[in-house]
T-cell receptor
């Protein structure tokens, strides 16, 4: 179907530890997979994205991996800091350019 | 550039009233979308447009209409407001396929309450 399943819904980590959020989808026509960060009371902002012809992408402490065969993709944040605390959303775009979001993960980084 | 702008920021309606949420972007983006965000449910796509004159339904289109007569504007109309439409509404735009970029730039949101 259209949905993107996102897990976990909440994640609490100690500052300096890594955080991993995973999303799964079923539509094999999906070709673009972004991740958005939303701080409390603010609008969502793109932090990293990956296209279907790439398996991994990194940007400093953030990385995204994509397994097209298994239809899942993950966000990895290393050396977490308190300012990483926010809600993170994954999303997928299908061949009609429709962007469907997961339900979000609330990340808390404990100092 | 102002980016993506939305008006109003807050709105209270009574059941059955109609209204239009305004959205405009000054980045010459092809794609524009409307999402609603309810607590614990993430962002759900209402309607989207891949260019002027073209609109399509998203995940939750019932009770809403859109039109895209210009590249810049993408208003969302609530036909007969219901309490279930109480939500935060975000408009977003992206360059689209011709620009090769799908990053969504979100507006600041409109908080709508239907009594």
């Amino acid at each position: 179907g259209e949905n993107v399943e996102q897990h976990p819904s909440t994640l609490s980590v100690q500052e300096g530890d890594s955080a991993v959020i995973k999303c799964t989808y079923s539509d094999s026509a999906s070709n673009y997979f972004p991740w958005y960060k939303q701080e409390l009371g603010k609008r969502p902002q793109l932090i990293i994205d990956i296209r279907s012809n790439v398996g991994e992408k990194k940007d400093q402490r953030i990385a995204v991996t994509l397994n097209k065969t298994a239809k899942h993709f993950s966000l990895h944040i290393t050396e977490t800091q308190p300012e990483d605390s926010a809600v993170y959303f994954c999303a997928r775009m299908d061949s009609s350019y429709k962007l469907i979001f997961g339900s979000g993960t609330r990340l808390l980084v404990r100092p | 550039n102002a980016g993506v702008t939305q008006t109003p920021k807050f709105q209270v309606l009574k059941t059955g009233q109609s209204m239009t949420l305004q959205c405009a972007q000054d980045m010459n983006h092809e794609y524009m979308s409307w999402y609603r965000q309810d607590p614990g449910m993430g962002l759900r796509l209402i309607h989207y447009s891949v260019g002027a004159g073209i609109t399509d339904q998203g995940e939750v289109p019932n009770g809403y209409n859109v039109s895209r007569s210009t590249t810049e504007d993408f208003p969302l109309r609530l036909l007969s407001a219901a309490p279930s439409q109480t939500s935060v509404y975000f408009c977003a735009s992206s360059r689209g396929s011709s620009g090769g970029a799908y990053e969504q730039f979100f507006g600041p949101g409109t908080r709508l309450t239907v009594l």
